[in-house]
């Protein structure tokens, strides 16, 4: 089962994407392929930072289904 989560994109580092949970105490922010989520949102990798996704989070917390919100 999975849980739909908000997240926000940090910054690129190489070909990943640093994402964190969009709450008021983050958890430490976990890597993605940018490309991934950059081609599921229908952007360019380069404009992943700053943005605000939805995600769906499966029971060991590992995102996919990324979407705008």
Avoid: C, F, H
Avoid at 26 to 38: C, G, H, K, L
Avoid at 47 to 63: F, K, T
Wanted: net charge negative; proline share 9%; glycine share 8%.
């Amino acid at each position: 089962m999975s849980e739909t989560v908000n997240i926000k994109i940090l910054l690129l580092v190489g070909d990943e994407a640093e994402v964190v949970a969009d709450a008021p105490d983050p958890d430490t922010p976990v890597r993605y392929p940018a490309a991934e989520i950059a081609e599921a949102v229908g952007i360019p990798a380069r404009e992943l930072p700053g943005m605000r996704l939805v995600a769906d989070a499966d029971e060991q917390g590992r995102l996919s289904g990324w979407r705008r919100g």
